[in-house]
């Protein structure tokens, strides 16, 4: 890997792009950064974006029957 290379799986996606992996609204994604039921990254902007390999996790976590 290159210094400085991210890594595929911990690639920052948007909530938009979080929202269709859980096929939600990306409102509720960022309700979820906020009560911190998902962790967000914010950029120098304020924009949140969120690591893949957690939203991953997550997902497969969701996923899992009861």
Known sequence: MIPGEVPADDR???PSEVAEMFRVNPKTVTRWARTGRLRA??????HRRYRLSEVQKAVDAANEPD
């Open 12 to 14: 920052l996606l948007t």
């Open 41 to 46: 990254l914010k950029t120098i902007g304020g």
